[in-house]
């Protein structure tokens, strides 16, 4: 048996300490500090590839901060799933306890906003995951206009992000921005090496079997934490005191298929038929795409949404792309 405590491998885990980001924690809790004064603090917007910390990041950081200073509340919210205004700004009474008698289908959204407006308790951080994902990104400049609320934003690229309209960019601008690069072999290594301490039995695995692990993940540390856990998974199955390289390399396809179904269980409709149509088509430009997805869909979304959501598809390796502007191509993964 290798798994002492199988809740250190999910990827919702949170640790109670990080590596390889003490740089990033720094910065984005010097942008928090006015909270511990009682006063608003700047937005921040951490941006970088999949998998390297951002959402672990901020929650990590707002969990120590609410332990250290009591008078401070946050609330996590994920905006691929919860991308209209209406939700997001649900989403963020729920936060604070004010969604009595909110009905989703009679309640005016101003109504939700004038309740955010009033709030005046204590201070309230909201971590905007998936921020790009925002059907209306106006629902940022209600957030944003709240009195007592802080915005972490969360995304991919820090240049499609910005790409939205002028009013709401003018006042983001000066979030605090923290890039978040892909973490090298030795650093997920490092980050592999505490989830075995905190989650499996001693000599379960030794380092050059867990850089195995971290070479094959691409600086993608939902990768690397996919492929440890599905070779735990294949130890424990087998009966064995240890995880092999063998099992490693039978779990790295694993690991990689289980992490794009996640993401392609994400999409929303919309997406759902542009993915679909890719890889139906294996190969296809942009107008073909566009005309294609229009027949597939009721009420479909502008062509500036529709890149913003093949933008999302391409960072998370769902599909491929190629050329630029009119010669765009964008190609399935097969």
């Not at 885990?13 to 006015?34: G, M, N, Y």
């Not at 009013?167 to 090298?184: A, C, G, N, Q």
């Not at 990689?256 to 179904?261: A, F, G, I, R, S």
């Not at 949404?305 to 009119?326: A, F, P, Q, T, V």
Request: aromatic share 8%; proline share 3%; net charge neutral.
């Amino acid at each position: 048996m290798v798994i002492q405590d199988a809740r250190v491998l999910r990827d919702e885990f949170i640790p109670k300490e990080v590596v390889h980001r003490d740089a990033e924690v720094q910065r984005l809790a010097e942008t928090l500090e006015p909270i511990t004064q009682g006063d608003k603090a700047d937005n921040s917007l951490l941006f970088g590839p999949p998998g390297t910390g951002k959402t672990c990041i901020a929650q990590h950081t707002l969990e120590k901060l609410e332990k250290e200073q009591l008078d401070v509340k946050y609330h996590y919210i994920n905006c691929w799933e919860n991308y209209n205004r209406f939700k997001v700004l649900y989403k963020a009474l729920e936060g604070i306890g004010k969604t009595l008698n909110v009905h989703r289908q009679s309640t005016p959204t101003d109504e939700l906003l004038k309740r955010l407006r009033d709030y005046d308790q204590l201070p309230y951080v909201l971590i905007l995951d998936e921020v790009d994902q925002l059907e209306d990104e106006k629902v940022l400049y209600d957030l944003y206009s709240a009195p007592n609320i802080t915005m972490i934003m969360i995304t991919n690229s820090e240049s499609e992000f910005f790409n939205m309209d002028q009013r709401v960019r003018s006042r983001l601008m000066d979030s605090e921005r923290i890039e978040f690069s892909k973490y090298s072999a030795d650093e997920l290594t490092d980050i592999l090496s505490d989830r075995v301490e905190w989650g499996l039995y001693r000599d379960a695995i030794d380092r050059s079997r867990l850089r195995k692990v971290a070479l094959s993940a691409d600086g993608d540390a939902r990768i690397a934490i996919g492929i440890l856990r599905s070779a735990a998974r294949k130890a424990e199955k087998e009966s064995k005191e240890e995880i092999t390289r063998e099992m490693i390399q039978e779990s790295v396809p694993d690991a990689k298929e289980n992490q794009k179904q996640k993401n392609v269980e994400k999409l929303n409709k919309h997406q759902k038929a542009l993915y679909d149509i890719v890889n139906e088509e294996g190969k296809i430009k942009p107008g073909e795409l566009y005309e294609k997805y229009g027949k597939k869909v009721d009420e479909p979304r502008t062509k500036r949404m529709l890149r913003k959501y093949l933008n999302k598809m391409e960072h998370y390796r769902l599909i491929d792309s190629e050329g630029e502007g009119r010669w765009r191509v964008y190609k399935s993964k097969g």
